[in-house]
């Protein structure tokens, strides 16, 4: 089992930026790859990032490219998602998640390869 906690979240005006952090526990937490979620009201649950344990490589939704970057300290447990240039489409709950290690980046963007996710953080961007 592994316990997923995000922190970070909250109010901020378009243009600001934002940190998110995800702190894990319980089994090995290089066991796993990472991936950011988020859902906005009445809208799916939607893939925002993603990290492999292995290499360190990223991948990104289109939407957020350039804007956000995903990483990860092995030795804290704890995955990061900084966010600039934040737009008020941006607003949406964010969970982050772990998957195992034999998805490879491709899959990483699908929520079925995700084995555990977190209760998730608000984050709130005004016009």
């Known amino acids: 089992q592994v316990q997923l906690v995000e922190s970070g979240g909250g109010l901020v005006q378009a243009g600001g930026s934002l940190r998110l952090s995800c702190a894990a526990s319980?089994?090995?937490?290089?066991?796993?790859?990472m991936g950011w979620f988020r859902q906005a009201p009445g809208k799916e649950r939607e893939f925002v990032a993603a990290?492999?344990?292995?290499?360190?490589?990223?991948k990104y939704a289109d939407s957020v490219k350039g804007r956000f970057t995903i990483s990860r300290d092995n030795a804290k447990n704890t995955v990061y998602l900084q966010m600039n240039s934040l737009k008020p489409e941006d607003t949406a709950v964010y969970y982050c998640?772990?998957?195992?290690?034999?998805?490879?980046?491709?899959?990483?963007?699908?929520?079925?390869?995700?084995?555990?996710w977190g209760q998730g953080t608000q984050v709130t961007v005004s016009s």
């Open positions: 998640a772990a998957a195992p290690l034999y998805y490879d980046m491709g899959s990483l963007s699908r929520r079925n390869a995700y084995s555990y």
């Open positions: 990290i492999k344990w292995s290499s360190g490589s990223t």
């Open positions: 319980g089994r090995t937490f290089s066991s796993y790859n």
